[in-house]
């Protein structure tokens, strides 16, 4: 019997975002944070880098095994997300468990919440509460 799947700060997630034709279309997401007291966490998503990206953490191949070609994390698209849904859709292989993302690149990530404009202020709120050190 395998052990439950427990979604952590670090963690990386695919989640399926492509029309019903096309499953295999879908995003790598960043956990930021661990659970909250309310088991919420918060995640980014990364997206393929274009001329208007968000410039403060760009990613690229060698970066995430999912990674394939020039990347950014898309902090516009930040969200809070329920654990107990993620860790059931990963249970029911509806999101896919990508792994723990490298220490280094974490930190990339992590600290562009702070730095880019397109992060929105609730979500650099909840970041810094979620990780301040008690």
Not at 21 to 42: A, E, Q, W, Y
Not at 102 to 116: L, N, P, Y
Request: glycine share 6%; aromatic share 8%; with cysteine.
């Amino acid at each position: 019997m395998s052990t439950p799947y427990s979604v952590k700060r670090g963690s990386s997630l695919w989640i399926p975002s492509g029309p019903p034709n096309d499953p295999n279309r879908g995003h790598l997401f960043i956990v930021l944070t661990d659970p909250s007291t309310n088991n919420n966490i918060l995640a980014v998503p990364v997206n393929s880098l274009t001329k208007r990206s968000d410039p403060t953490c760009k990613l690229g191949k060698g970066d995430h095994p999912r990674i394939h070609h020039a990347s950014f994390a898309a902090y516009y698209h930040t969200q809070i997300y329920s654990v107990s849904v993620l860790e059931d859709q990963v249970g029911k292989k509806i999101i896919h468990d990508t792994g723990i993302v490298d220490e280094k690149v974490f930190a990339q990530i992590c600290a562009g919440v702070e730095d880019s404009r397109e992060c929105i202020p609730a979500h650099k709120a909840y970041y810094k509460k979620q990780t301040a050190k008690s």
